[in-house]
């Protein structure tokens, strides 16, 4: 199995050729694995239960945003590191710089060796076209 990939036109935005037409490959990601799946699966591996494996995610996940807000980078082994970035707007000179100036902080997501390895094997499908045909005209009211 691989990313499943389909071709969608797009209107260039900047550049040489803004306003011209290119066609990208667009990943199409099959579903949405919920956390209580994978506590499931972990348990399944481990003598915890599928509660204490959520337990531990979410304790986690507040240890890392707990470390992120206080200006830490976090570890997490194999898994890979985070941290916090943002940047500002410019200012003409160091006393017209204010501290709203900053833009909205984003973590940045470095992956680990496993997930690095794991990028290195990605293979990809491309989705069946779907063409659908001019539908003939339809009398029935819409449901509401």
Request: some cysteine; glycine content about 6%.
């Amino acid at each position: 199995m691989g990313l499943k990939v389909h071709v969608v036109k797009r209107k260039v935005l900047a550049g040489e050729e803004a306003g011209q037409d290119k066609y990208y490959g667009q990943v199409r990601l099959k579903e949405v694995i919920p956390l209580t799946k994978i506590s499931k699966w972990i348990s399944q591996d481990t003598s915890l239960t599928p509660a204490d494996v959520e337990m531990v995610v979410n304790a986690l996940a507040v240890v890392v945003a707990d470390n992120l807000d206080n200006g830490n980078s976090v570890s997490l082994g194999e898994f890979g590191t985070m941290r916090l970035t943002a940047g500002s707007s410019g200012a003409d000179t160091q006393e017209a710089f204010h501290c709203r100036m900053m833009r909205r902080p984003r973590v940045v997501f470095t992956p680990g060796k496993l997930f690095k390895n794991a990028m290195e094997d990605v293979k990809y499908e491309w989705l069946a076209v779907r063409v659908i045909e001019e539908p003939e005209e339809c009398n029935e009211p819409h449901a509401i």
